[in-house]
């Protein structure tokens, strides 16, 4: 069975880090993708550091979104 994964954040290391943390704790799995980090381990600029993206699986896309914005309201 596939998963769609939807993105829900764009920032830093250290805030994907921090979310996925209170994503886990609600029972929702995450997946993040660093351009940046993949591309020094491949020996090429990858992208910027503070581009780190954060997916859910769609079905969770909602209530992680809300998570998000209490986390870090704009």
Do not use: C, W
Not at 13 to 34: C, M, P, R, T
Not at 39 to 47: K, T
């Amino acid at each position: 069975m596939d998963t769609i994964l939807t993105l829900i954040y764009t920032g830093s290391d250290v805030n994907i880090q921090y979310i996925q943390n209170i994503l886990e704790k609600a029972g929702i799995n995450s997946i993040k993708k660093n351009n940046y980090e993949s591309g020094l381990r491949a020996g090429f600029y990858g992208g910027d550091i503070n581009q780190v993206q954060l997916f859910v699986p769609k079905a969770h896309e909602s209530e992680a979104k809300k998570i998000v914005r209490a986390t870090f309201p704009e």
